[in-house]
C-alpha cells in the first residue's frame, strides 16, 4: 500500500456526462500528479499540483482540468465524457518537486 | 525529443531463471531514472530509482538495476524470478526541471512459466 488513496475504484458513466476523481497523497506529500493509462497510448502525464499551485502541464484535453485543495487533496474533473476518455487514471503523490512519486491504485473509468 | 523505450513488450521466463528488462532513454541531462511494477488491476509499485552515484541500484522484491551513460540505459535485472513475479514494468524518466513530471516506456509484461 502506496499510501496514496484514490476514489471511486471503478466508474461508468454514459457519455457527455460529467465526472469527478479525488485523491488523497501522502501525509506530508506537496505534489500530486495525475496520469492516464490507456491501451493505445500507455502512460501518459496529464498535470501536476505543488502546494496547491498547478506546476505543469501535459497533454491533458481542455474538457479535464484539475485542482488541489488547501489540505492537498487534488480532483480530476472529466467533463463532456467520450468513450475514448475510458482508461484508468493514477494519481501519484511525492514529498517535493524533486522526490520519487508514489501511486495510488487508480480509479478505472468506463464511459459507455 | 525526450523519449524512454522498452524494446520488449512481452517476455516469458522459467521460475527459477534469471530476468533482465532492457530500458533505453533519450534525455539531454542527467536522467532521474525508475522502474515501477504494475499487478493486474493494481496500481504502480515503485521497485526501485537511480537519482545519482552508484550505477547499480538496489531495490526491492530482489530487483537491482544498472544505469550506464554510454548507452543510455537502465536495464532491470533479477537473478531468480518467482512466480509472483509475474506483471507489467515500466521504465520511466523524470524531468525534475519540469517540475517533475515521469515519461513512461510502454512496459514490459513478465510471464513465469512453472
Known amino acids: 500500500d502506496s499510501g496514496v488513496t484514490q476514489t471511486p475504484k471503478h466508474l461508468i458513466t454514459a457519455t457527455g456526462q460529467r465526472v469527478t476523481l479525488r485523491c488523497s497523497p501522502r501525509?506530508?506529500?506537496?505534489?500530486v500528479y495525475w496520469y492516464q493509462q490507456s491501451l493505445d497510448q500507455g502512460l501518459q502525464f496529464l498535470i501536476q499540483?505543488?502546494?496547491?499551485?498547478?506546476?505543469a502541464k501535459g497533454n491533458i484535453l481542455e474538457r479535464f482540468s484539475a485542482q488541489q485543495f488547501p489540505d492537498l487533496h487534488s480532483e480530476l474533473n472529466l467533463s463532456s465524457l467520450e468513450l475514448g476518455d475510458s482508461a484508468l487514471y493514477f494519481c501519484?503523490?511525492?514529498?517535493?518537486?524533486?522526490?520519487?512519486?508514489?501511486f495510488g491504485q487508480g480509479t478505472r473509468l468506463t464511459v459507455v | 525529443a525526450q523519449s524512454v523505450t522498452q524494446p520488449d513488450i512481452h517476455i516469458t521466463v522459467s521460475e527459477g531463471a534469471s530476468l533482465e528488462l532492457r530500458c533505453n532513454y533519450s534525455?539531454?541531462?542527467?536522467?532521474?531514472l525508475f522502474w515501477y511494477v504494475q499487478s493486474p488491476g493494481q496500481g504502480l509499485q515503485l521497485l526501485l530509482k537511480?537519482?545519482?552515484?552508484?550505477?547499480l541500484v538496489q531495490g526491492i522484491k530482489g530487483f537491482e538495476a544498472e544505469f550506464k551513460r554510454s548507452q543510455s540505459s537502465f536495464n532491470l535485472r533479477k537473478p531468480s524470478v518467482h512466480w509472483s513475479d509475474a506483471a507489467e514494468y515500466f521504465c520511466?524518466?523524470?524531468?525534475?526541471?519540469?517540475?517533475?513530471?515521469?515519461?513512461f516506456g510502454q512496459g514490459t509484461e513478465l510471464s513465469v512459466k512453472p
Open positions: 520511466a524518466v523524470a524531468f525534475y526541471n519540469q517540475g517533475g513530471k515521469l515519461i
Open positions: 501519484a503523490g511525492s514529498r517535493g518537486l524533486r522526490d520519487e512519486a508514489f
Open positions: 499540483y505543488y502546494n496547491g499551485e498547478e506546476r
Open positions: 537511480y537519482f545519482s552515484g552508484d550505477t
Open positions: 501525509s506530508g506529500d506537496l505534489s
Open positions: 534525455y539531454g541531462a542527467t536522467p532521474y
